[in-house]
């Protein structure tokens, strides 16, 4: 069903009388955009290109694609999206523990919308506070090839104690590969050799994440 354009004086009144809660999506997308009629079809138009949650994620070339965005309202539509989730996500800073793996995932929600296979490690000092994380591999939209090597190069150059690894799938299903149970026991081999502690795999994706820990595939 064609999502009805609003009338741009009724979305200024209604935020000045009503508050900005009460404001449809298509309203306050208008608003953003300039407050215009010309706004208002944009706005009407980007709703009808995708759902709300996936222009929130949109890169500003996706948003120029729809009729009525250009390069300066789909920067405007890009930075409101960012500084919502900034202002409502706190993710671990360096010296936060970072053992359980809701937290991991509050680090690197971000490559849940991911267009490829992105491989992470997250860093951690003796009592499992974060020093830092960091991406050592991006692959295609289905795999990303790993070298134990390279995933344990980063954690000896910091002096880390203890290695969390993690990567997406942009498929959007978090739950393991067989090829994912396969590398992650090979990074706990070849971490336990060079004497850091591998202290889970966790994998990211539009449903959540997935804990090898939480799933009882891993005994820290």
Same mark, same amino acid.
């Given at each position: 069903?064609?999502?009805?354009? +609003?009338?741009?004086? %009724?979305a200024?009144?209604? /935020? @000045? $009388? ?5 404001l *449809?999506? #298509? ?10 009629? +010309?706004?208002?079809? %944009?706005?009407?138009?980007? /709703? @009808? $290109? ?5 222009? *929130?994620? #949109? ?9 009525g965005?250009?390069?300066?309202? %789909? ?14 996500? #706190? ?5 936060d ?12 929600r ?25 991406r ?85």
């Amino acid at each position: 069903m064609p999502i009805p354009a +609003p009338t741009v004086p %009724a979305a200024h009144e209604r /935020l @000045e $009388s009503l508050g900005v809660r009460v404001l *449809a999506d #298509a309203e306050l997308l208008t608003l953003l955009l300039g407050g215009s009629s +010309p706004a208002a079809r %944009a706005a009407t138009a980007l /709703l @009808e $290109s995708a759902p709300l949650q996936e222009l *929130a994620w #949109a890169t500003p070339d996706q948003l120029t694609a729809v009729p009525g965005i250009g390069p300066a309202r %789909a920067a405007a539509v890009t930075a409101a999206f960012e500084l919502g989730r900034r202002a409502g996500w #706190a993710p671990p800073r360096r010296g936060d523990r970072v053992l359980d793996p809701s937290r991991v995932h509050e680090l690197l929600r971000h490559l849940a919308h991911a267009a490829h296979e992105e491989f992470w490690i997250v860093l951690l000092d003796v009592r499992g506070r974060l020093i830092r994380s960091c991406r050592v591999a991006e692959g295609s939209l289905c795999q990303c090839p790993v070298n134990p090597r390279d995933v344990l190069r980063e954690a000896v150059r910091s002096n880390a104690h203890g290695i969390v690894f993690v990567h997406c799938h942009p498929s959007g299903l978090s739950s393991p590969s067989p090829d994912d149970a396969d590398l992650t026991e090979r990074l706990r081999a070849a971490a336990e050799l060079v004497g850091v502690t591998a202290r889970d795999h966790v994998i990211i994706a539009a449903d959540g994440y997935y804990s090898f820990v939480e799933a009882g595939r891993w005994r820290r």
